[in-house]
């Protein structure tokens, strides 16, 4: 049977709309011919080698990957459109954070301060903000030092207990902590930046 998830934003408190968004995508399947189209999505998959997984049918890449790891790869089929502020049709931003009693007003007051990042391979967690920072840094280096958390949430926590000063947290992300796990955000607050994603 093909496998088929949506590992992106599959909080466990968000897993019956999850679900239920699958339902209605493997229904479509089903009527434009497809067989064996799964019933459940699998979750707690290893990404990225699910991603090639030879039985995969259906899964959620952040755009990074899309283009660099996975190209030529797999297809894409669709952009997704999600309705948390910041997010505009199939675009979206990513919030720059800093602790809540940050004193740091503009981007060009991190300067020299440690950085948490996703990884190297996100798209919304390390790409845009390398990019928002390359004028600032004018071919100098910027933050002092850069720590890879390995997701959104880890960076949220490493800025909110002092291990890192900033962050950039995609706006789906952060739109569903504040809605399921709001203690996850209260230490940390986002900036004006918003870089754009996707």
Same mark, same amino acid.
């Given at each position: 049977?093909?496998? #088929?998830?949506?590992?992106?934003?599959?909080?466990?408190?968000?897993?019956? $709309?999850?679900?239920? &968004? &699958?339902?209605?995508?493997?229904?479509?399947?089903?009527?434009?011919?497809?067989? /064996?189209?799964?019933?459940?999505?699998?979750?707690g998959?290893?990404?990225p /080698?699910? &991603?090639?997984?030879?039985?995969l049918?259906?899964?959620?890449t952040?755009?990074?990957? =899309?283009t660099?790891?996975?190209? +030529?790869?797999?297809?894409l089929?669709?952009?997704p459109?999600? +309705?948390? *502020?910041?997010?505009?049709?199939p675009?979206?931003?990513?919030?720059v954070i *800093?602790? $809540?009693?940050? !004193? #740091? !007003?503009?981007l060009? /007051?991190?300067?020299?301060?440690v950085?948490? *990042?996703?990884?190297?391979?996100?798209?919304?967690g390390?790409n845009?903000? !390398?990019?928002?920072l390359?004028? =600032?840094?004018?071919?100098q280096r910027?933050c002092?030092s850069?720590?890879v958390? %390995? %997701?959104h949430r880890?960076? =949220? #926590?490493?800025v909110?207990? +002092?291990?890192?000063d900033?962050? #950039?947290?995609?706006?789906?992300?952060w739109?569903?902590?504040a809605?399921y796990?709001p203690?996850?955000? $209260?230490?940390?607050?986002?900036?004006a930046?918003?870089p754009g994603?996707r």
């Open positions: 049977m093909p496998l #088929a998830s949506l590992p992106m934003y599959d909080l466990p408190e968000a897993s019956a $709309a999850t679900d239920g &968004w &699958w339902q209605g995508l493997a229904a479509a399947f089903t009527s434009a011919g497809l067989e /064996d189209v799964p019933r459940q999505l699998v979750r998959v290893a990404l /080698d699910h &991603w090639l997984a030879p039985d049918l259906f899964s959620q952040c755009g990074y990957p =899309l660099d790891a996975l190209s +030529g790869r797999v297809a089929l669709a952009t459109c999600y +309705g948390a *502020v910041g997010a505009a049709g675009g979206y931003c990513s919030f *800093v602790a $809540a009693g940050s !004193r #740091a !007003r503009e060009a /007051d991190l300067r020299g301060s950085c948490a *990042v996703n990884g190297i391979d996100s798209q919304s390390y845009v903000l !390398r990019a928002l390359a004028p =600032l840094a004018q071919g910027f002092r850069v720590a958390s %390995g %997701g880890a960076s =949220l #926590a490493m909110a207990t +002092g291990a890192a900033f962050a #950039a947290i995609d706006c789906v992300t739109a569903l902590l809605r796990r203690a996850e955000i $209260a230490g940390v607050r986002p900036t930046a918003r994603g």
